[in-house]
């Protein structure tokens, strides 16, 4: 049964597949690339096909009047008569916004832990050891992959012959390298390190006890079963608590070598004198345009040899990715432009209420595009407005029936529980049912499941994991 599903499920892709053109699946890739990611795809497809010129620096060439038309081949004639340019800066951004995309590199955490090891008095081997474990620490400090595969791995990918023994053995001169919890192998080993690098008190040796013997009840919040255990009052095991809570659970903060990109926005909007102005960035993309040489040799032979062949191919990838390229950015705006009218109340004022129920489908009958399209415009797309940076995303949101027979956006609702949650008795939190009981005072129409639902979207736990002691 398991099979015929799979069998039937890849049938459908294929047959979604072929019904979309070279073209839209070209762009439906081309949509969903960040800005800094679709400025190196351009890169690369100029590099790699020579019909496409990169004419961002050069002047701009005037055709040439006196081009002599020749004997042509039919299947090549096309190409006197597409728009072959697209010059991004022109279309689509009214004041030419010159945005910077601001990438920066920042000093690898990576980099700090070889260096530690460096200084250590350590043999070949072991050092060898140490380095392949600082390359298995993730971005939050931790190494989860198990030890025995680590021994493996080294053998076979290092030539190194060791033990799970000596792997740990190095792996606890790592747990002291700062910052320290870095190489933890999960949350209770990684606060154990650093409480057990505090100097020592009362309080300290209840918080080291919590940790390595009652770490179930304390991430469990049974805070009753823990002080009978440790025979502490309330006020002592809200200090130890007060400890742990000081400590990093996640000590990496790793950016392993790699460039930090922070968020270049996809469009801009302004508000002047109650007027919404929208623009792409498109700024520092550059411009393309089909080679004018390759056109040339198509128009002066009338033979399809092998090199013609391979010339038109190259123009006929050239014209399709020029084409994307201007579908994806009247494709970008249209669907933008589309939202910021839906939601004109909100962009006008910044006021979260004013925002509508709007679903996908909203804009796709609007701007007459399928839904999956929006979906990718929504999802990786960013939008800078004059009340912050948004994912577009932020701005879609279902609808909520009240008892009044209105409907406004569940985001107001989600909106409401936060405050709820926020202004709790933080000893008795409420609970879904409560929760549930306000909103329909308040002439919301919602279900306690509703209301989980939305509590864990936002994730905020539940009422249990939220009790503090004062």
Same mark, same amino acid.
């Given at each position: 049964?398991?099979?015929?599903? *799979?069998?039937?499920?890849?049938?459908?892709?294929?047959?979604? +597949?072929?019904?979309?053109?070279?073209?839209? !699946?070209?762009?439906?890739?081309l949509i969903q690339l960040p800005n800094i990611e679709l400025?190196?795809?351009?890169?690369?497809?100029?590099?790699?096909?020579?019909?496409?010129?990169?004419?961002?620096?050069?002047?701009?060439?005037?055709?040439?009047?006196?081009?002599?038309?020749? =004997?042509?081949?039919? =299947?090549? #004639?096309?190409?006197? %008569?597409? *728009?072959?340019?697209?010059?991004?800066?022109?279309?689509?951004?009214?004041?030419?916004?010159?945005?910077?995309?601001?990438?920066?590199?920042?000093?690898?955490?990576?980099?700090?832990?070889?260096?530690?090891?460096?200084?250590?008095?350590?043999?070949?081997?072991?050092?060898?050891?140490?380095?392949?474990?600082? @390359?298995?620490?993730?971005?939050? @400090?931790?190494?989860?992959?198990?030890?025995?595969?680590?021994?493996? =791995?080294?053998?076979?990918?290092?030539?190194?012959?060791?033990?799970?023994?000596?792997?740990?053995?190095?792996?606890?001169?790592?747990?002291?390298?700062?910052?320290?919890?870095?190489?933890?192998?999960?949350?209770?080993?990684? !606060?154990?390190?650093?409480?057990?690098?505090?100097?020592?008190?009362?309080?300290?040796?209840?918080?080291?006890?919590?940790?390595? %013997?009652?770490?179930?009840?304390?991430? +469990?919040?049974?805070?009753?079963?823990?002080? =009978?255990?440790?025979?502490?009052?309330?006020?002592?095991?809200?200090?130890?608590?007060?400890?742990?809570?000081?400590? *990093?659970?996640?000590?990496?903060?790793?950016?392993?070598?790699?460039?930090?990109?922070?968020?270049?926005?996809?469009?801009?909007?302004?508000?002047?004198?109650?007027?919404?102005?929208?623009?792409?960035?498109?700024?520092?993309?550059?411009?393309?345009?089909?080679?004018k040489k390759f056109r040339e040799i198509l128009e002066s032979?009338?033979?399809?040899?092998?090199?013609?062949?391979?010339?038109?191919?190259?123009?006929?990838?050239? +014209?399709?990715?020029?084409?994307?390229?201007?579908?994806?950015n009247s494709t970008l705006f249209n669907t933008l432009n589309?939202?910021?009218?839906?939601?004109?109340?909100?962009?006008?004022?910044?006021?979260?209420?004013?925002?509508?129920?709007?679903?996908?489908?909203?804009?796709?009958?609007?701007?007459?595009?399928?839904?999956?399209?929006?979906?990718?415009?929504?999802?990786?797309?960013?939008?800078?407005?004059?009340?912050?940076?948004?994912?577009?995303?932020?701005?879609?949101?279902?609808?909520?029936?009240?008892?009044?027979?209105?409907?406004?956006?569940?985001?107001?609702?989600?909106?409401?529980?936060?405050?709820?949650?926020?202004?709790?008795? +933080?000893?008795?939190?409420?609970?879904?049912?409560?929760?549930?009981?306000?909103?329909?005072?308040?002439?919301?129409?919602?279900?306690?499941?509703?209301? #989980?639902?939305?509590?864990? *979207?936002?994730?905020?736990?539940?009422?249990?994991?939220?009790?503090?002691?004062?």
């Open positions: 049964m398991l099979n015929f599903k *799979n069998m039937l499920k890849q049938k459908i892709n294929q047959s979604l +597949k072929q019904k979309l053109s070279p073209q839209q !699946i070209q762009l439906m890739k400025l190196e795809r351009i890169k690369n497809e100029v590099e790699e096909n020579p019909a496409i010129e990169d004419i961002s620096f050069d002047n701009f060439d005037t055709p040439d009047k006196n081009q002599q038309s020749g =004997d042509r081949n039919d =299947d090549f #004639s096309d190409y006197n %008569n597409i *728009n072959d340019s697209f010059n991004f800066n022109q279309k689509f951004n009214k004041e030419g916004n010159n945005y910077s995309t601001p990438i920066q590199y920042e000093t690898s955490t990576i980099d700090s832990l070889e260096k530690q090891l460096s200084i250590r008095d350590l043999d070949y081997k072991f050092h060898q050891i140490g380095s392949y474990l600082i @390359g298995c620490v993730n971005n939050n @400090g931790y190494i989860l992959r198990d030890i025995n595969s680590i021994v493996e =791995d080294l053998f076979f990918k290092k030539n190194i012959q060791t033990t799970e023994n000596e792997v740990l053995e190095v792996l606890k001169i790592i747990h002291n390298f700062e910052p320290y919890g870095i190489g933890a192998r999960n949350l209770k080993e990684c !606060i154990e390190i650093q409480i057990n690098k505090k100097k020592s008190d009362n309080i300290i040796e209840i918080s080291k006890n919590i940790i390595k %013997n009652h770490f179930n009840e304390l991430s +469990k919040k049974h805070y009753q079963k823990l002080m =009978d255990e440790l025979n502490i009052n309330e006020e002592t095991l809200k200090s130890a608590i007060g400890e742990i809570l000081k400590l *990093n659970p996640k000590p990496g903060n790793l950016n392993n070598n790699k460039l930090v990109q922070h968020i270049v926005p996809d469009f801009s909007l302004k508000v002047e004198d109650g007027k919404l102005d929208l623009s792409i960035n498109n700024s520092f993309i550059p411009e393309l345009k089909i080679n032979s009338n033979e399809k040899n092998k090199e013609l062949i391979y010339v038109k191919n190259k123009l006929d990838s050239a +014209k399709l990715f020029i084409s994307s390229l201007q579908e994806r589309s939202i910021v009218n839906f939601q004109k109340e909100y962009f006008l004022t910044g006021d979260e209420n004013k925002l509508k129920p709007m679903i996908l489908k909203n804009i796709a009958d609007d701007v007459k595009l399928d839904i999956s399209t929006i979906s990718r415009v929504a999802n990786s797309k960013y939008i800078e407005t004059p009340y912050g940076i948004f994912l577009v995303k932020y701005f879609f949101s279902e609808s909520q029936s009240k008892s009044d027979g209105s409907n406004v956006s569940n985001r107001e609702v989600k909106n409401l529980i936060i405050d709820m949650i926020k202004s709790e008795n +933080k000893v008795k939190p409420l609970t879904d049912t409560e929760i549930m009981k306000q909103l329909n005072i308040k002439g919301y129409n919602i279900a306690r499941r509703t209301v #989980s639902k939305y509590r864990e *979207n936002l994730k905020i736990p539940i009422a249990r994991l939220r009790r503090e002691i004062i």
